[in-house]
Every structure is written in structure tokens, then in C-alpha cells.
């Protein structure tokens, strides 16, 4: 079984594209179902977030598998193929394994190591679990990477030094506006982004934070959260002609707010500067508003040039990271190389003790008359010779695994002893060693 990974994200893909390839969270569990239904994969996870949409899966073949998730993306989303292909990037075999451990980690986000992502894994995981779509490989990749993630984040305290996209709108504000107490902040959504979001601004001192959300309940449990004031969806615009400053991160799937609605809504501010923070993805404010007097508008995209107070501590971290993720692929590497030994010495292990079983009652039958501890140091001593004999050969063979020579090995050992071991076994093997060619530091080269 084959990982793939296929998707795209903040580096490769710019927001309107990826705001496209976004799966709502109402979609997932059919997507899912759906995704599973294509051919060559066994096991699927669709991850998305704000900066990526990508799929994981376990794959019999890989170029089957790869073009099954290509073609599911392109329908799914009512985008060619052709078109897709300028963005989507693959990862498969221990690639897939090592950008996913990266992804987990927060190494691969616009903001190293931010908090969110390893949660979001978790969220992904939980819902292909929901959807039952996962198998063995998938759980076996998850489960790893989610445990990755947690070494990481607890040697390193990468988590300590990052910021999440909420964090880094709440700086991005605070270096349009000097400080934020006794500005007003209007925040559109209530899910987890803006929690966050609010979190980060009272830590910087604002001390008038709205909260406007189409579920009326759900503005006004995340208000009193943090002593805000909730707004009704329907009665924003007036707070709009007050507010200095609008973080909004709602799961729309249209424009919230569009050009045409600021412009009336300008003309009562009588010229008071607004600064308009979209996180959302898709986006939730219209491009346009860029366009009028006395706007200033920042979209998830425009949070790269948002210079990071922590750089320096992010980066030494996220070296000590990549050292781990390869510690991780190493050991990875080799558990998953084992596997396709383990048919072979359990083949072993069984020819020993057929002939160890043999030749002992042969023995015993000849020796007669032996009593019950005479025959008991006997058959001690014929299962210690085997165990002994065996030892070497298989602890040797679990090292070669983890070599571009391992499956030589393994059919020379299949071959000298006359071990019958399936005839699917062997492909596998021989498909890996194909795919992967010499492994050296966690890598495939």
C-alpha cells in the first residue's frame, strides 16, 4: 500500500484559485465518499484549510491513484485538468510521508509553525474516520503524523515562538493603528478562526471587540466569551460606519461584504480611514473595495509581508524540527521496509520449527525410556538451537530491509531455505524497491 499526496497550497497557488479548490465543511463527508468511489484508492483524507487543499491517500498503484485524485479535483471542482496541473503539486512513497509530518508540524504553513494545523490534521483524520473511508496505511500515516507533530512542537517549543494567520492580522493591525485599545474592531464569523482571532487582540490590549455572525446564538456565546457585544448579522451596517477596524473570517462561500455596499456606508464616515483584514478563504470581502478613498484592505495573501517579531526564534526552531522529521523518517522508513520481510522470517521461522519438530520426535522415538525432565531439557535444547541458528540471519535481514539491496536479500534468503512466500508479497516488494531506489536519511532518492 502506496502514499500520495496531491494538493495545493499558499506557495503555489495564488487565493483566487484556492479559494476555488476549498472544501466547505458541509461537503466533506460526501466528498469523501465520493473521492474513496475512484479507482486504485483503498484509503483517502481531504485536508483543507485557508492555505491548502490537499488529498492523502493509499494506493495499490500510485499512477492509477494519482490520476484518480486528479480527476476527482477537476470534477469536483468543475476546473480542467490542464488548468489544475499549473498548481497541483504530487508527493508519493516516503515523500508523501515526509511533507505530510512537515504539513503536521506547521513547517510548510505561511506562518512556520503555526499553532492551528495539527489540529486541523486531527479535524481531516477524524472526519475520514466519520466517513469511513480510511484504512490500515492511512491510519498507520496519520497517527504517526499527528505524533510527530506533538514530539515537535514539545522539543522544540515551536509553538512558543510562531504565530497563527489570526495572530498575525491582529500585528498587521496593530502596525496600521500603534495600539488597539479604545479602537473599535468588528469581527465577521464565529467559528474557530475568529475565537482565535479575538483571543490575539484582547492579549494586545483591545478593549472593544464586536463579534457579527448570520447565527445570532453563536455571536453572542463568542462575545461573552470575552466581554464583546454581539451584532446581528442584518444590523452591521451601522456598526460598519463606526468600527476602525473589520477582521473578517466567516464561512461564506460568497463575497460578504461588496464594493457597492462600503461605498454608501464610506459616505457616513466622512472620511474615517477603515482597515478591512480578510482571512477567509474563500474570500469574504470583495476585491473592489481596494478601489475607494479611505480603505485599506488586506487579504490572506497580504499577511506575508507582515514582518514577524519572532522570526529569528521560528527559524532555529524549525531547524531542530527538520532534524526530528528526519529522526522520524529514518525510524519510519524503516518499520515500513520491515513489513515486507516479516512474510519472508515468518516463512523462515516456520521451516525451523518443522524440521526442529521432525528431527526431535525422530529422536525422542529412538532414545525411549527418557523421563519427563530428561525429555523436557531435550526439547529445550532442540527450540534453543533453532532460535540461535535463526537469530542472525533475521535480525540481519531486518537491517538489509532499510538497504536498496534489502529485497535481494530477502528473495536470496526465500530462495537458499525453499520458503514458500506468497507470490503477492514478492511484487510488493519488488514494486517498492522500484519506486523508491536507494534510501538514505529518511529520504528517497
Not at 234 to 246: A, F, G, P, R
Not at 312 to 337: C, G, P, T, Y
Request: aromatic residues 6%.
Amino acid at each position: 500500500m502506496f502514499p500520495v499526496a496531491v494538493g495545493l497550497n499558499h506557495q503555489s497557488t495564488p487565493v483566487e484559485i484556492r479559494e476555488k479548490m476549498s472544501f466547505h465543511s458541509s461537503q466533506i463527508q460526501e466528498a469523501l465518499k465520493t473521492l474513496r468511489s475512484y479507482p486504485g484508492l483503498e484509503g483517502v483524507l481531504i485536508l483543507s484549510t485557508c492555505n491548502r487543499t490537499e488529498i492523502y491517500a493509499a494506493t495499490t498503484d500510485v499512477e492509477v491513484g494519482t490520476a484518480s485524485i486528479k480527476k476527482f479535483l477537476s470534477v469536483h471542482h468543475g476546473i480542467e485538468e490542464k488548468l489544475l496541473s499549473q498548481y497541483l503539486y504530487v508527493h508519493t512513497l516516503y515523500d508523501a510521508i515526509r511533507h505530510l509530518f512537515r504539513v503536521t508540524a506547521g513547517l510548510d504553513s505561511m506562518v512556520r509553525g503555526e499553532t492551528q494545523i495539527i489540529g486541523q490534521v486531527a479535524n481531516a483524520y477524524q472526519q475520514a474516520n466519520d466517513a469511513e473511508v480510511t484504512n490500515k496505511a492511512i491510519n498507520v500515516f496519520f497517527q504517526t503524523a499527528l505524533s510527530v507533530g506533538k514530539r515537535i512542537r514539545t522539543e522544540t517549543q515551536i509553538d512558543q515562538h510562531p504565530v497563527s494567520i489570526s495572530y498575525t492580522a491582529v500585528e498587521l493591525a496593530k502596525q496600521q493603528y500603534g495600539e488597539l485599545q479604545g479602537k473599535g474592531i468588528l469581527i465577521l464569523g464565529a467559528g474557530e478562526m475568529s475565537t482565535l482571532t479575538i483571543r490575539n487582540l484582547v492579549a494586545a490590549g483591545a478593549s472593544t471587540v464586536m463579534v457579527s455572525n448570520r447565527s445570532y446564538e453563536k455571536a453572542v456565546s463568542l462575545a461573552k466569551e470575552f466581554a464583546g457585544q454581539a451584532v446581528r448579522f442584518d444590523e452591521m451596517d451601522k456598526y460598519l460606519e463606526t468600527v476602525d477596524i473589520v477582521i473578517s473570517a466567516t464561512a461564506a462561500t460568497h463575497f460578504v461584504i461588496q464594493p457597492e455596499r462600503l461605498e454608501t456606508i464610506m459616505k457616513k464616515r466622512q472620511g474615517r480611514p477603515l482597515l478591512l483584514i480578510d482571512i477567509a478563504v474563500p474570500r469574504d470581502i470583495h476585491p473592489g473595495v481596494r478601489e475607494l478613498k479611505n480603505i485599506t484592505l488586506f487579504d490572506i495573501d497580504d499577511l506575508r509581508g507582515v514582518i514577524d517579531r519572532h522570526h529569528q526564534e521560528r527559524e532555529l526552531a524549525a531547524l531542530k524540527a527538520e532534524k526530528i522529521i528526519d529522526e522520524e523518517m529514518n525510524r519510519f522508513v524503516k518499520w515500513h521496509n520491515s513489513l515486507f520481510v516479516v512474510p519472508t522470517i515468518v516463512a523462515l521461522q516456520q521451516k525451523g520449527q518443522q524440521i526442529k519438530d521432525v528431527q526431535l520426535e525422530r529422536a525422542l522415538d529412538r532414545l525411549g525410556g527418557l523421563t519427563p525432565k530428561q525429555e523436557k531439557i531435550v526439547r529445550s535444547m532442540a527450540n534453543s538451537i533453532v532460535n540461535q541458528l535463526l537469530h542472525l540471519p533475521i535480525t540481519n535481514l531486518k537491517e538489509y530491509a532499510s538497504t536498496s539491496q534489502g529485497h535481494l536479500y530477502t528473495e536470496i534468503l526465500q530462495n537458499l531455505f525453499d520458503l514458500d512466500v506468497e507470490e503477492e508479497t514478492k511484487r510488493q516488494m519488488t514494486l517498492v524497491n522500484q519506486h523508491l531506489g536507494p534510501v538514505r536519511h529518511g529520504r528517497a532518492e
